[in-house]
């Protein structure tokens, strides 16, 4: 009998315009948490957002992300339905 899969989290792709606080992203540094709205800059060609690793709370930076780029996340549990 084949052994269940565990479930995984969705990932969904969005531009980083479209995260969300609580949307949470993982790069080589570790898996990330979104904590304020993305603001543009640059005309709107780069999006900032500040971020905090989830391992560690008191590590927060502002991540930039050029407009057009997807960005893989996982959505807090419960709020894909709302999406």
């Not at 949470?24 to 540094?29: L, N, P, S």
């Not at 603001?39 to 999006?47: E, F, H, Q, R, V």
């Amino acid at each position: 009998m084949p052994k269940p899969r565990p479930e995984k989290e969705p990932v969904r792709r969005v531009l980083p315009i479209e995260l969300q606080v609580g949307d949470r992203f993982v790069d080589v540094g570790g898996e990330w948490e979104v904590i304020s709205r993305p603001y543009t800059a640059t005309d709107g060609k780069s999006i900032h957002v500040h971020i905090r690793k989830v391992s560690q709370p008191a590590t927060a930076e502002i991540r930039t992300w050029d407009a057009p780029e997807h960005v893989s996340v996982k959505s807090p549990a419960g709020e894909e339905e709302k999406r």
